[in-house]
């Protein structure tokens, strides 16, 4: 088990049937900015994605496209996935495939493990499965179709008509965990998180669980089922299994046992899986359950989740393109109340880009870089004797540190944003009415203007460190401009005030260039 010092991290690993959208990059930005977070606050930290490649979805489209399920996935790891990461700025620390081989052989391994000890035996199952899913559902998972699917039942999620499948499988004994995970849940309200998945997850385990068929026999594209190779394992029991296998289960001890458990980052719609299947599946190996499962909402457009089939979807580099990598990880973690459904718009994107980014944090380092330039010939001037307004700001800087760190420790990403930006308004509301520019105008208020500048100066840096793991692009030019002490993705962010600089600036470039209209997405800053 880890120590409390160590941070792990995942994302789901996605499916390889298509290209990412922004609810992806939403996913991996929320992981990342935890991440560069604890980092930055000396802890041990890890943070996985990757992607998951076998399955009978997979399969289907890569026959579909006239591949084999292996040339689709490694096309679209290399042209997509991977460069995805790069689009959004991901800090990763590892990419899982689950066609790695040091996944698929200790998947096996965990499985046999499971067999020996007499949780997997063989039975028959039928029932209605969606493709899109992966995943048998029950009566109360199904709706009446419309449209073309009239008089078919269809998944509540993907909105298609599901299979009647009746096959022989090998099954996990999963209903023996019912009250564990019950108690689990007791035990540790923090398990499952926001509140309303919690909520909803313990009302379903109540109902009672029932045994889990972890194989399939229909299809030959997966792990293959080590004392039963006709077998292929069950897709979501395979997938889940990479956050252990890339943490060093079955191959090395040492990081497994330094990194694991891990905080797993999901959309609430796959929350289920991570807070029932996954603990009962650890529980029965013995091994730790997770720290945490974290279900956030869905990104909306127009007032429906995001999908490709209805296309709603809406690749990133759409954003980033024009807004840039730090716009986009701002916008989203800043604008969606972390845990909770939110709704993206061009017009909100534009609107914040302007007023918080270019005008509000853009703008006050742009201001203060540049009089410090003009009144001290760029040399940072020495603080006298605080005055009320600079010692609040002083006294800002601690607070909201302190409160954006007690926030991330909740994963409340958009609260500790929100804290920082408390520093950004008062900043900008102190220079208005400190008025530097009018005490350079009287030789007699020189130490004055001197204690006003080096305030702001030790107010941006602060910012600079406050904000690396949420706009890092901007930030380290700032902290360039400040000719700060090393990178500022180094700078301990739980003492974020206590930072050092060197004794003179440089120019800085504009952070957040104006946005002229753009005609492809009808978005203008």
Not at 390 to 406: K, L, N
Request: glycine share 8%.
């Amino acid at each position: 088990m880890s120590d409390g010092s160590s941070f792990y991290v995942t994302t789901p690993i996605f499916y390889v049937n298509d290209v990412p959208h922004i609810g992806h990059a939403y996913t991996e930005v929320a992981a990342d900015v935890l991440a560069r977070w604890h980092r930055q606050a000396g802890d041990d930290t890890w943070f996985l994605t990757g992607t998951d490649e076998h399955g009978q979805k997979i399969l289907r489209t890569a026959t579909a496209n006239g591949v084999t399920p292996k040339e689709w996935a490694d096309r679209l790891v290399e042209t997509a996935w991977q460069p995805l990461l790069k689009t959004i700025d991901i800090s990763n620390d590892d990419f899982i495939r689950t066609t790695d081989e040091r996944h698929e052989v200790n998947v096996q391994l965990f499985l046999q493990r499971l067999f020996d000890a007499g949780y997997i035996y063989t039975g028959e199952y039928e029932g209605y499965y969606c493709v899109g899913c992966e995943e048998y559902k029950a009566d109360s998972d199904l709706v009446d179709g419309t449209g073309e699917y009239a008089g078919q039942k269809v998944c509540a999620i993907h909105s298609k008509p599901v299979e009647l499948l009746k096959e022989r499988n090998y099954f996990f004994k999963m209903s023996e965990f019912s009250q564990r995970l019950l108690d689990l849940y007791d035990e540790n309200p923090n398990f499952i998180q926001p509140e309303s998945v919690r909520n909803e997850i313990v009302s379903f385990v109540r109902r009672g669980l029932t045994d889990l068929s972890i194989s399939r026999q229909t299809f030959d594209w997966g792990v293959k089922v080590p004392w039963d190779e006709s077998h292929v394992v069950y897709v979501w029991f395979d997938a889940l299994l990479n956050y252990i296998t890339a943490a060093g289960y079955g191959y090395d001890d040492e990081a497994f046992a330094r990194r694991w458990p891990a905080t797993h980052i999901v959309g609430k719609d796959i929350a289920r899986f991570h807070a029932v299947i996954w603990p009962a599946m650890l529980m029965a190996a013995g091994l730790e359950v997770p720290k945490q499962v974290f279900g956030h909402g869905w990104l909306l457009v127009g007032g429906e989740k995001m999908s490709k089939s209805k296309l709603t979807g809406i690749a990133p580099n759409q954003i980033t393109d024009t807004f840039g990598s730090d716009a986009f990880r701002y916008y989203f973690m800043r604008a969606i109340n972390f845990g909770q459904d939110g709704s993206f718009s061009w017009e909100d994107l534009s609107a914040r880009y302007q007023a918080e980014l270019a005008n509000g944090f853009g703008n006050l380092a742009s201001r203060v870089i540049a009089m410090v330039t003009r009144y001290f010939d760029g040399v940072v001037p020495d603080a006298g004797v605080l005055d009320a307004p600079d010692q609040a700001i002083r006294d800002t800087e601690v607070r909201v540190t302190a409160a954006a760190d007690d926030a991330i420790s909740r994963l409340a990403i958009h609260e500790a944003i929100a804290q920082v930006w408390q520093l950004v308004d008062e900043l900008n509301g102190y220079i208005t009415l400190q008025e530097p520019w009018a005490l350079s105008k009287d030789p007699a208020n020189r130490e004055r203007l001197g204690t006003v500048l080096n305030t702001a100066v030790r107010g941006i840096g602060t910012l600079a460190v406050l904000l690396s793991p949420v706009i890092p692009e901007a930030s380290s030019k700032l902290w360039t401009a400040l000719n700060g002490a090393g990178a500022v993705s180094d700078q301990p962010i739980r003492s974020a005030f206590d930072w050092a600089g060197g004794t003179t600036v440089s120019a800085l470039e504009p952070l957040f260039p104006r946005i002229e209209s753009s005609e492809s997405d009808g978005s203008a800053a």
